[in-house]
């Protein structure tokens, strides 16, 4: 992976990060930086699941990929926030 793969990846985990953390309702009790962190893996997670289902390289903007990718984040999201609202 090239360093613009990486910066790519990064800005596009930042997008996919506010966009999951919007989709969770109510207040969330985590940072930015792990918000961050959280949509890159979502973003990494949902383009191995939409190149598997066959649905990453279409024509125009990838409508399915995304919307998995901030479905992911959103449950990474709210996950998160679960385990750190116990403590």
Not at 10 to 28: A, C, E, F, K, M
Not at 47 to 72: C, H, K, M, N, R
């Amino acid at each position: 992976m090239e360093i613009s793969g990486i910066i790519s990846a990064i800005i596009i985990g930042i997008i996919i990060g506010v966009l999951g953390r919007l989709v969770v309702p109510g207040r969330q009790h985590i940072g930015v930086l792990l918000t961050i962190v959280v949509g890159i893996v979502a973003a990494l997670i949902g383009a191995a699941i939409a190149s598997g289902l066959g649905v990453a390289d279409t024509s125009g903007v990838d409508w399915i990929e995304w919307l998995i990718q901030i479905g992911l984040a959103a449950v990474g999201i709210a996950a998160l926030d679960r385990s750190r609202a116990r403590r």
